[in-house]
């Protein structure tokens, strides 16, 4: 995603002020892979006028003892952080320790303690930069996680917060991510932490799936049409709507700062555009920012590419971008 209208004028208050605030305005970004080039990141943020990006990291730890996170992907990860932030994009980060297998992570106290040892470090990095964003697990989900994610985002939190008070931090739900998590979901006590959800559904349509595997037939491709029947279910604007409510009303029953850190389809399934365009007007009318997935990453959701051809992977300007601009063109 890229496009935004204006460059980042935000800045963070020191610690003698406060606490920094997640910006006041409607935060509109775009999901992009740590191997993201310095190529890319000046691209997003000086030609299109990028304002933020969601830096996704799954399984980032060693799944064995002593569960470390290897100096090369840290290595990774601080170089797209530091071009990110270098260019002044507000930048979440969110990476989770095991994400094929949440219930062995939450189960395993040295694991815990070493993942929270890794945000330890990633504080301490950046505690004086800015803006950062320390979205703490992507999308927890099993029955582990729906019993231990409460008090362990708790303990994340404060294990920041010994090391920065300034900077904001993002919670998801369990339930991977998705607005029905809410219900398992208690805030921190953190003033400064903003509550973040993702959607992808129907996830047979969004994804192309063919019985759980990311391909489709022809003939599944071509009867899959939103607005429509999929997946046993109508889905229209209306829908789309019902699903965002779910995360406002928890957000307005708590007070806190909501947002949509990830969503997106198949740019060839039939009715993309629709899709997306329903799913952003469905966000924005309830006032809550987005990130879109992905900027120069998947090919399957690829802003830039062909959202017509399944196999063409070209970039330039497309349907999707000129959609994108339109919305990215507001400063609210």
């Known amino acids: 995603m890229k496009f935004f209208s204006i460059l980042l004028t935000l800045s963070f208050a020191g610690q003698a002020a406060g606490p920094a605030a997640w910006p006041d305005r409607t935060v509109r970004g775009a999901n992009i892979s740590v191997n993201a080039t310095e190529e890319d990141i000046v691209h997003y943020?000086?030609?299109?006028?990028?304002?933020?990006?969601?830096?996704?990291?799954?399984?980032?730890?060693?799944?064995?003892?002593?569960?470390?996170?290897?100096?090369?992907?840290?290595?990774?990860?601080?170089?797209?952080?530091?071009?990110?932030?270098?260019?002044?994009?507000?930048?979440?980060?969110?990476?989770?320790?095991?994400?094929?297998?949440?219930?062995?992570?939450?189960?395993?106290?040295?694991?815990?303690?070493?993942?929270?040892?890794?945000?330890?470090?990633?504080?301490?990095?950046?505690?004086?930069?800015?803006?950062?964003?320390?979205?703490?697990?992507?999308?927890?989900?099993g029955p582990e996680a729906r019993k231990r994610w409460n008090s362990y985002a708790r303990e994340l939190t404060a294990a920041i917060r010994e090391i920065d008070t300034r900077h904001t931090i993002m919670v998801v739900?369990?339930?991977?991510?998705?607005?029905?998590?809410?219900?398992?979901?208690?805030p921190t006590g953190d003033e400064n932490t903003v509550y973040s959800f993702h959607f992808y559904g129907p996830m047979d349509y969004t994804h192309q799936r063919n019985r759980g595997h990311m391909k489709t037939t022809e003939e599944q491709w071509r009867e899959r049409v939103y607005p429509g029947f999929l997946q046993g279910e109508e889905w229209t604007q209306d829908r789309m709507r019902q699903e965002v409510r779910k995360a406002a009303a928890w957000r307005d029953k708590y007070g806190v700062k909501m947002w949509c850190?990830?969503?997106?389809?198949?740019?060839?399934?039939?009715?993309?555009?629709a899709w997306t365009r329903d799913w952003i007007d469905a966000l924005e009318q309830e006032h809550i920012g987005w990130a879109y997935y992905e900027y120069r990453g998947w090919h399957h959701m690829d802003m830039e590419m062909d959202p017509a051809a399944r196999d063409k992977t070209d970039r330039g300007e497309t349907?999707?971008?000129?959609?994108?601009?339109?919305?990215?063109a507001r400063t609210d």
């Not at 320790?97 to 303690?113: K, P, T, Y």
């Not at 739900?173 to 208690?186: A, D, H, M, S």
Request: hydrophobic share 45%; with cysteine.
């Open 261 to 273: 850190g990830e969503f997106g389809v198949a740019r060839w399934a039939r009715g993309a555009l």
């Open 45 to 141: 943020a000086r030609e299109w006028h990028g304002y933020a990006v969601r830096i996704l990291v799954n399984s980032i730890t060693a799944e064995e003892p002593p569960y470390a996170v290897s100096a090369e992907r840290k290595a990774r990860v601080f170089r797209c952080l530091d071009l990110c932030l270098k260019n002044n994009l507000v930048t979440v980060f969110s990476p989770s320790a095991s994400f094929g297998n949440n219930d062995r992570f939450f189960s395993n106290e040295r694991w815990l303690a070493a993942f929270q040892g890794f945000w330890r470090e990633v504080a301490a990095r950046y505690k004086d930069q800015g803006p950062i964003v320390y979205d703490l697990i992507n999308e927890p989900y």
């Open 319 to 328: 349907a999707f971008s000129k959609m994108f601009a339109s919305y990215f």
């Open 173 to 186: 739900p369990p339930e991977w991510g998705w607005p029905n998590g809410f219900e398992y979901l208690e």
